[in-house]
């Protein structure tokens, strides 16, 4: 078995490298970000461990719309307007550059350029979110003898659960990593100008699993 995906660590460093006081709306936005991309990896493990692919691959799903949310960010020169809209809780597909609104298929196509892959994940993601034939064959699964090979993720055709597992887990860390990259790169304007005593972040217990203290 695969270990746990932990991006803990990575995405705490990303946190404490934001000057709060100067930039208080680009930390609340990461840190939303965050928040929201660990509990989906919480709940991916629990999944995972337990095998259940048809919920786990949800949450690979809301990962890369974790993915998109900060890549439309990164595009839009007005982020105190791109703040104020998340914030509102307005749907970021009604903001435009141009004449092109910046809906989920055209920041996947355009982050696909950069992270080839993300966009083939995400148009799986969607197929086993809403009910159709990918389900379909799915429940005919379940009835089938355990040595009969299927045709699972991504249309492709397996033998075992195993190897259906691996690649879902594969596609879940990639995920996660292209989405450490670009919070990177949205942080870098954010950052402490005179990092001397910088916020360190670490995470914490709590009863609702994901915690993040800030210790100076």
């Not at 786990?56 to 839009?76: G, K, N």
């Not at 307005?90 to 196509?109: A, M």
């Not at 949205?186 to 005593?197: A, F, I, N, Q």
Request: aromatic share 14%.
């Amino acid at each position: 078995m695969s270990r746990p995906i932990k991006f803990v660590r990575r995405f705490c460093r990303i946190l404490g490298r934001i000057d709060m006081e100067r930039f208080s709306s680009a930390f609340h936005f990461i840190y939303a970000i965050i928040t929201f991309a660990l509990e989906n990896n919480t709940a991916f493990n629990s999944l995972f461990k337990n095998k259940n692919k048809l919920a786990v691959i949800h949450f690979i799903r809301m990962q890369v719309d974790c993915c998109l949310e900060v890549y439309a960010c990164l595009l839009y020169r007005d982020k105190a307007k791109f703040f104020k809209f998340f914030k509102d809780g307005k749907p970021i597909n009604k903001l435009t550059i141009g004449k092109q609104q910046l809906t989920s298929s055209y920041l996947c196509g355009e982050l696909d350029r950069k992270h080839p892959g993300i966009a083939e994940i995400y148009k799986e993601g969607c197929k086993w979110i809403h009910p159709n034939t990918v389900l379909y064959r799915y429940v005919i699964l379940l009835a089938l003898p355990d040595d009969v090979s299927y045709t699972g993720y991504k249309g492709k055709e397996y033998s075992e659960d195993k190897e259906e597992l691996k690649h879902i887990y594969k596609d879940m860390l990639l995920v996660n990593q292209i989405l450490y990259k670009l919070l990177k790169e949205l942080v870098e304007p954010y950052k402490h100008r005179h990092p001397v005593s910088p916020i360190v972040v670490k995470p914490i217990k709590t009863r609702r699993k994901i915690g993040i203290g800030f210790y100076e």
